[in-house]
């Protein structure tokens, strides 16, 4: 599906930023793990960000894929690195609301002894990033995590 502003699929960018849209499956996890680890190795960011930004995104893409089904279009992952951040966005075109900043704190003690599957994932992409932003605009969700680099 073509999306306005955004690159024409696959990748787009230079070395500090890349642009590229997967497929609405699980099956593109696969693809989104090899992007994030070019853009890792690309950009000489050091290994410690690659294992929690892998998870956030699995997360973040997983949760599109259970609780945003009609959607059709592709979902858009943005890489960009500047002096002292790794910055990730998640574009979810056609989309209902579902902002993950106002996501309930999780009791994790009592969480644990409910025996319940399910529910901490957004409280660990919390744990594992320094920011996280939502913003809703004409129907594209987007998700942007921050994480701090090191010197």
């Known amino acids: 599906m073509y999306h306005p502003n955004m690159p024409e699929n696959n990748m787009e960018g230079e ?18 793990f090899s992007f994030v680890e070019q ?3 690309t950009n000489q960011i050091q290994d410690s960000v690659l294992y929690p930004v892998q998870l956030v995104v699995e997360e973040l893409f997983t949760n599109i894929l259970k609780y945003q089904r009609g959607g059709e279009s592709n979902i858009s992952l943005d890489l960009e690195k ?3 951040k790794f910055i990730m ?8 609301p579902f902002d993950i900043t106002k996501s309930r704190e999780v009791d994790t003690a009592a969480y644990i002894q409910q025996k319940k599957p399910g529910g901490l994932g957004i409280h660990l ?7 996280i932003e939502y913003e809703y605009n004409n129907r594209i969700s987007t998700i942007t995590i921050i994480k701090h680099l090191e010197r």
């Open 39 to 41: 853009f890792v190795a």
């Open 89 to 96: 966005r998640m574009k979810d075109f056609d989309a209902e």
């Open 15 to 32: 070395p500090g930023h890349m642009v590229k849209e997967f497929p609405r499956d699980i099956s593109s996890l696969e693809n989104i």
């Open 82 to 84: 500047t002096d002292k």
């Open 125 to 131: 992409v919390k744990q594992l990033v320094d920011s």
